[in-house]
């Protein structure tokens, strides 16, 4: 059967296959060179091939393939210290994130965090520093921050790029932790969204088809991420998270 002529009970809209699977193979070929930003450039193209309720449970399940294969391919990498106990925070941090849902006013708490992002972002790019050290006093309320960001907006990663931007870390190092990190959440969402019924036999089966985009995607980004600059790296990275916090806000706003 043809990609582009998928069942009509697929959540693939007919004669999008290859649009879906752009989309996937973009987002993770930068993911894979970057660590991060996979739904940022996935999501917006996706949402055009098939409804955003299937599309964004669906990048969850993606997220266990490309960030299992960006942590192998930086395998001879030491994860950041601390960065099992980030993970425990993280896990913790989103429980509260999630109780809170429905109490705190979504919108003016997205397009703050948003613009915050943002706002940090482009201070370390002009040259800012917090001054947090490589010791692990900063790794557990970092983890707590982003865990309460997961439950309340899926938005876990800026807290934990700026502390790994704030430390240095090298390019690798920066691409280990941030696919170790996001891969514990994934671990933990999945039951929680299958537990929901948003992982139903049309988003597993629609999530097999693309797979070889996004892992396509996610092997070359990965492979592209040695040719950068250690310089050019940490740029690139202050760049995509600035665009992150503005997009999270444009969202939000409108």
């Known amino acids: 059967m043809r990609p582009d002529t998928v069942p009509r009970r697929s959540i693939i809209q007919a004669g999008s ?14 993911q ?25 449970p669906m990048l969850t399940l993606f997220g266990l393939a490309i960030n299992s294969i960006v942590l192998f ?13 980030l993970l425990t925070a993280g896990a913790a941090g989103t429980v509260p994130g999630v109780l809170l849902l429905g109490s705190v006013p979504e919108v003016p708490l997205a397009i703050g965090v948003g613009l915050t992002v943002a706002v940090i ?18 790794v557990v309320p970092v983890g707590l921050l982003s865990g309460v960001m997961n439950g309340l907006m899926t938005f876990s990663g800026p807290p934990v790029i ?6 240095g870390a090298g390019r690798d190092e920066f691409r280990a932790g ?8 994934n671990l933990l969402t999945v039951p929680m969204l299958a537990s929901a019924g948003l992982l139903d036999v049309a988003v597993l089966a629609a999530t097999a088809e693309l797979l070889p985009a996004a892992a396509a995607g996610a092997i070359l980004g990965s492979a ?30 409108f």
């Open 17 to 30: 296959y290859a649009l879906a699977s752009l989309a996937l193979f973009l987002g993770a070929l930068v």
């Open 32 to 56: 894979g060179a970057s660590g991060f930003a996979f739904s940022l450039v996935s999501l917006p193209l996706l949402t055009l091939a098939m409804p955003a309720g299937r599309a964004v």
């Open 73 to 85: 391919s930086a395998r001879s990498r030491k994860l950041p210290a601390g960065f099992p106990a």
């Open 121 to 138: 972002a482009g201070a370390y790019l002009a040259g800012f520093r917090a001054g947090l050290s490589r010791s692990r006093a900063a």
């Open 162 to 167: 700026i502390l790994l931007t704030e430390r």
């Open 178 to 185: 941030l696919a170790f990190y996001f891969l514990g959440l």
């Open 224 to 253: 592209l991420s040695g040719r950068i600059p250690q310089d050019a790296f940490r740029r690139a990275v202050l760049v995509l998270l600035a665009i992150l916090g503005l997009s999270a806000a444009a969202r939000a706003a």
